[in-house]
């Protein structure tokens, strides 16, 4: 059975930071691209940052280019988001995500099969 659970979501003020975690469990870990997602009341899930399986190279939504960086540490299973320069839009709820299979490259939300339950990040002004 495939888990993903997040943490470190929370309170902060703007201009402040998060790092939020997922440890995935299920899986093999280190074949499989990972990446965050957001989702705002109402409105559908969006690309917040991917990390590649095969060389960890990182792809970011274009709001989060400069202020979010991803990584992930294959021995512990996990993926983060480190969140800087926080604003109040970027309040949402953050969800980490993994393809249905490995060795997959793409970060169409479509690819992703397996998602945590969700961390409730917000930014107060």
């Known amino acids: 059975q495939v888990q993903l659970i997040e943490s470190g979501g929370g309170l902060v003020q703007a201009g402040g930071s998060l790092r939020l975690s997922c440890v995935v469990s299920?899986?093999?870990?280190?074949?499989?691209?990972m990446a965050w997602f957001r989702q705002f009341p109402g409105k559908e899930r969006e690309f917040v940052a991917g990390?590649?399986?095969?060389?960890?190279?990182?792809y970011y939504g274009d709001f989060g280019q400069g202020r979010f960086t991803i990584s992930r540490d294959n021995a512990k299973n996990t993926v983060y988001l480190q969140m800087n320069d926080l604003k109040p839009e970027d309040t949402a709820v953050y969800y980490c995500?993994?393809?249905?299979?490995?060795?997959?490259?793409?970060?169409?939300?479509?690819?992703?099969?397996?998602w945590g339950q969700g961390t409730q990040v917000t930014v107060s002004s």
């Open positions: 995500a993994a393809p249905g299979e490995a060795f997959r490259g793409s970060y169409y939300i479509s690819e992703f099969d397996y």
């Open positions: 299920g899986l093999t870990f280190s074949s499989y691209t």
């Open positions: 990390i590649s399986w095969r060389d960890g190279y990182a």
